[in-house]
């Protein structure tokens, strides 16, 4: 049995066993009851497949797609999940939120936090755009991403076409204040040199640089354009992108969550609580 999926431009026919991974991951969505990869072995083989899930995952979902975001953005994530190059997932409105923020563990399942750089469209973007047309194109802001994956015991060791298949691993976006990125930063390399630091309960855990991102985070915002354009599915304004972490992830647990930028960029404030 095979269902064909419409999305936007793109048209996908999916297997039965394809289809059933994808309204699998849309149950453990709803009800937080985690999956175990070894029960679809074989399912996802390649980035059609998993990209094919995704959207079919996205569709369920029944909301707007608010944004992406992008994973696997430094060698050393990249070589955790035996990847050579970025990943996307697509991530409803719902899920960006504005700091300060509360977020409930019933709402999540196995989440981590990393810091990263969020953009948004303020203009239809293209791949033809270059960086320096990006960087007038876009409003930008700090944010802490909240990857969460329908899948127990997920991380580092899911496999990367079941982070595809599973949008990206994507939770919540929690992102700041979003300024005009060609009025914060006076050019493109400017990007590639923010600084953060990660603090849980007043503790620091520890710092990174935006240069992790692919070496500056307009180039995965770049890379995202033109995958998506790729698929049909151009990147419009008013969607917002989170871009890559500047460190590796730490568990998020209950407390209070800080992350502080340098450049002007200020600062994102998380609060997680038991109920």
Known sequence: MEVTLMTEQVTMTLSAKETKLAKDLFH????????????????????????RVQKKLTALKNETVGGYKVSLTSKQTQDMFDSDSPLY???????????????????????????????TAKEDLSSKDSLEDLLHKTKVAAAVEVPDSRFSDWFPS????????DAAVG??????????????????????NVKCELFHDGKKLKDGA???????????????????ESQGMPLTAGQRVSSGTFLLPENLTKGTWKATFDKGLGAVFLNVTDD
């Open 171 to 192: 939770g919540f976006v929690v992102y700041g204040q979003e300024m005009d990125a060609d009025l914060l930063f006076d050019n493109v390399d400017d990007l590639a």
């Open 210 to 228: 935006s240069s992790e991102v692919l070496g500056n985070p307009l180039n995965s915002l770049h890379w995202l354009v033109e995958k998506l």
């Open 28 to 51: 453990a969505y709803q009800t937080h009851q985690p999956l175990k990869e070894s029960d679809y072995d074989g399912v996802v083989t390649d980035e059609d497949s998993a990209y």
């Open 89 to 119: 997932g697509a991530q409803v409105k719902s899920h960006f939120v504005q700091s300060p923020v509360t977020l409930h563990r019933a709402e999540l399942m196995e989440p981590l936090a990393e810091v990263e750089m969020l953009f």
């Open 158 to 165: 899911l496999s990367k076409y079941m982070v595809m298949s």
